[in-house]
């Protein structure tokens, strides 16, 4: 797991985390029924963080008992308090990693790693997964681009700039895009790919979620860990400036792009 994480604020990820879609998950409870489990299934969610992707599975009305696994305590108290305030009794929390959960031998039926992934190293996470997963159970990844506001070109080509020029710890190298990333379940002989597809979201965003958004972009973090606290402060000032500025007062519509990969663990 990459150290930045260990400066995440809980409070701000989920204060600015958006929720995700139904369509996300419409396909594990289809390959799940198809595969011959049974709801309530056993799903494992990796790096879990303040329980958005349990909550959005819930919503999704997929009768499931959660175990989420991230290595933040702080994230998990968020998660705990979400899922108390929510309702939702059938999120279970633990302390573990994508290259360890902790969980047993055949544990679960499906795994969700939701804008995670890219945080994990990838051989050990694979092998965990697959030593965690029951014989044709399922790997659900979906990771979401930065959003973009249709009506502010000028806006998205001003944030592209940034992340590509300035936003970026120096030497910092981009572990690449959400196909690259995910190629180790694509070429694994073990895994049958059953959904490989974007999935639109279009959510309002005031300028305080966009800068919220922005800072905790992984290169946003790497690039705040390499300057001094005062330093620091002055960006996130500047940053908020920049985009009132460039946005109208109340909220934009910004458009996000869901990426999902959908793996089933074979049987033999």
């Not at 958006?18 to 594990?28: D, K, S």
């Not at 299934?41 to 959660?66: N, R």
């Not at 360890?100 to 990838?122: G, I, N």
């Amino acid at each position: 797991m990459d150290p930045v994480m260990a400066k995440f604020n809980p409070l701000f990820y989920r204060e600015l985390r958006p929720f995700y879609p139904p369509e996300v998950f419409a396909g594990i409870k289809e390959g799940l029924l198809k595969r011959r489990f049974q709801e309530p299934f056993q799903i494992a969610d990796l790096g879990c963080g303040t329980g958005h992707s349990a909550v959005s599975l819930f919503k999704a009305s997929i009768q499931a008992d959660v175990i989420g696994i991230d290595p933040d305590p702080a994230m998990l108290s968020e998660a705990q308090g979400l899922a108390d305030r929510l309702g939702w009794r059938n999120l279970k929390l633990q302390l573990g990693s994508g290259e360890e959960t902790h969980l047993p031998d055949c544990a679960v039926d499906a795994v969700l790693m939701v804008s995670s992934f890219h945080w994990m190293h990838v051989e050990k996470t694979r092998d965990e997964v697959l030593r965690n997963l029951k014989p044709s159970g399922l790997i659900w990844i979906f990771e979401y681009q930065f959003p973009k506001a249709p009506e502010l070109p000028e806006l998205n080509e001003w944030i592209r700039r940034q992340f590509n020029l300035h936003w970026k710890a120096p030497g910092q190298v981009p572990r690449g895009n959400f196909t690259e990333v995910t190629q180790i379940f694509r070429n694994d002989s073990r895994l049958q790919i059953i959904a490989y597809r974007p999935i639109p979201l279009e959510q309002p965003l005031t300028v305080d979620e966009l800068a919220g958004i922005i800072f905790f972009q992984s290169r946003v973090l790497h690039y705040e860990d390499s300057v001094a606290d005062l330093a620091k402060t002055q960006f996130r000032e500047q940053i908020r400036r920049e985009l009132s500025e460039r946005m109208s007062q109340g909220s934009t519509v910004f458009q996000f792009r869901l990426q999902l990969l959908g793996c089933a663990k074979k049987s033999v």
